[in-house]
């Protein structure tokens, strides 16, 4: 009897296995059946649960799960640490994606606060930085150390009574990636420059795909994450980063939008889909990157990200918001509900390797608080554009006139400028002045390549490119141009694709040159708006081909304390 239930159970067992093997294999034909036989609302335009399905963003709890142990490791460490400065624990890389910063575990026998300075080779690129409250016990994140060296970082100690103490520790660092390519310094003037408060600001060199970087005011790297990062780096509201990487980094495409930090710790990851029919042989699917060039936090903290939507025949011409705690679809939205069909439908600007028409390529946006407007730049239509984020409808559009329907003539802003030279290929729009503007009034920053794709060509087209500034009255539907840089920097700096410009403080813009020399040179410039004065100048070569800087940006390594929190970060 005993042996007959053994035989029984045994059955049972392998039904339930090859049943679930079974079912498994269904869902994955209905899957696949259904990524293939796309459902449209009308020609050409997916229905919006189609796209739902064809993206299907997931939480991911893999990393959070492996820096949430490292965490608590340290945790445990810092417990059995000796009372006393001097028996300090020094880890570098912490965890293990960022191998310029440290973290240094001490006890203090008194509650004390602590200030950090990582030694630079000159007072303009020594960092400091204050931590919040007195405590005996001590996890002091370092950020800003150099590569390949022993670096000096000193903590000084104050007792409440006024009483410090300091002592230095060396953390010692490997060299840089050669594949980060050579920095080479041009000009620098750390008075005049945006450094931020105890020269914690650094010019990030955001890649399209591969090192993604930070540079002081002498051009030297000082922080630079191992993971590949592609197109998105941002700082979000809590002073976290969000970044758009690879689920593994064998794989060829950048999937996982990741809520990071300068140090490495994950604390969400949100995986996509990304399989979608090809142009050739829609019965087939090919990976794809869904997240392609930009990604925003809204007022409500869910992410607004540029996607491909999956269609066989289109491609980075939607939007998607996700649920910053789910990870689940909340909104779709699709240009081509938006923009006249001529536009995708005869478009002939450029041409794919995968035969996908990418008659808008929207390369970046930003929404505006004051009236709810979402501002958007697409490369490929030499346009940018307003919409009502919670309607949709459209507001006004920023382009030249030409192959637009008369029926849309009515969105078009008036220039008020004399010979006002229309946007071409532009990239990095963003609100400027935000505090002085007025509802009816914004000022727009963006990165003007100069190239036109679709409309707007001049003489002056291809001749440079340029960091540019435009005022709009929302109201009268005019635009006035404000501020230019770039045309005196020639040919040499004339950029195909890529490039930004973004204020920065003290009056100054960083613009980065992302394709400068046909794509053999980046260039980032921080000049004064007021003076038209280069404050900042570095030349970035001897990178890969395709790791172009797609952006320059200005970012504090502190936007908020050194005091690491060391708790678990909760994976639901």
């Known amino acids: 009897m005993k042996k007959f239930w053994k035989i029984t159970v045994s059955a049972l067992l392998a039904l339930i ?3 679930g093997a079974a079912a498994y294999h269904e869902r994955h034909n209905i899957r696949r059946y259904l990524l293939i036989h796309q459902h449209y609302a009308k020609k050409d335009i997916l229905t919006t649960n189609q796209i739902k399905l064809n993206i ?3 939480r991911s709890t893999a990393r959070t799960l492996s820096t949430n142990q490292l965490s608590q490791d340290y945790r445990q460490d810092l417990k059995k640490v000796k009372t ?7 880890i570098v890389n912490p965890y293990q994606t960022s191998p310029l910063t440290g973290l240094i575990l001490v006890k203090t026998a008194a509650a004390t606060k602590v200030a950090l300075t990582v030694h630079g080779d000159t007072p303009a690129t020594t960092i400091t930085q204050h931590l919040k409250g007195y405590r005996t016990q001590h996890a002091v994140g370092v950020l800003g150390l150099y590569a390949g060296r022993t670096n000096r970082v000193t903590l000084t100690f104050t007792r409440k009574n006024g009483t410090t103490t300091r002592t230095t520790y060396t953390l010692k660092t490997a060299a840089a990636p050669k594949k980060i390519g050579k920095n080479t310094l041009k000009t620098s003037k750390p008075q005049q420059m945006a450094l931020g408060h105890g020269n914690t600001k650094l010019t990030f060199a955001v890649s399209s795909l591969g090192y993604t970087y930070g540079l002081d005011a002498q051009g030297q790297v000082r922080w630079y994450s191992t993971r590949p990062i592609s197109h998105v780096f941002k700082q979000l509201a809590n002073h976290h980063l969000l970044i758009n990487t690879k689920i593994k980094n064998s794989e060829s495409k950048s999937n996982a939008l990741q809520e990071t930090d300068f140090y490495g710790r994950v604390y969400r990851q949100y995986n996509m889909n990304g399989l979608f029919p090809t142009k050739s042989d829609p019965t087939k699917l090919a990976n794809n990157t869904v997240i392609h060039h930009d990604a925003i936090e809204l007022p409500n903290h869910n992410l607004l990200l540029t996607v491909d939507d999956g269609s066989k025949k289109f491609v980075e011409d939607t939007m998607i918001e996700i649920d910053r705690k789910t990870g689940k679809i909340q909104k779709v939205i699709d240009l081509k509900r938006i923009l006249p069909k001529s536009a995708y439908t005869h478009y002939t600007g450029t041409h794919r390797p995968d035969g996908k028409i990418d ?3 929207q390369n970046s946006m930003v929404y505006n ?6 501002i958007i730049s697409g490369r490929n239509q030499d346009m940018m554009l307003a919409i009502n984020y919670k309607t949709t409808k459209l507001k006004w559009i920023l382009a030249a006139p030409q192959k637009l329907p008369k029926s849309y003539h009515k969105y078009l802003l008036k220039p008020t400028t004399q010979h006002y030279r229309y946007n071409g290929g532009q990239h990095a729009v963003k609100l400027i002045n935000t505090s002085q503007n007025t509802g009816d009034t914004i000022d727009l920053e963006f ?3 100069n190239v036109p794709v679709t409309r707007g060509k001049t003489a002056q087209s291809k001749q440079w490119s340029a960091g540019e500034i435009v005022s709009i009255n929302q109201l009268k539907k005019t635009v006035t141009k404000t501020w230019s840089f770039g045309r005196t920097l020639g040919k040499p700096n004339f950029t195909n694709i890529v490039g930004s410009s973004y204020a920065v403080g003290k009056g100054n813009t960083l613009i980065g040159f992302g394709y400068a020399d046909h794509g053999k040179r980046s260039e980032f410039v921080e000049v004064n708006r007021k003076t038209g004065k280069i404050v900042f100048d570095v030349d970035r070569t001897g990178f890969a081909h395709g790791d ?4 320059a940006q200005r970012m504090s390594l502190y936007p908020e304390s050194a005091q690491l929190n060391l708790q678990a970060i909760s994976t639901k």
């Open 56 to 58: 299907r963003p997931a």
């Open 447 to 449: 990165y003007d390549n």
């Open 548 to 551: 172009w800087s797609y952006r």
């Open 17 to 19: 296995v090859v049943g």
């Open 359 to 361: 008659w808008f390529h």
């Open 369 to 374: 608080r004051k009236n709810g407007d979402l």
């Open 84 to 90: 006393g400065s001097t028996h300090a624990k020094v």
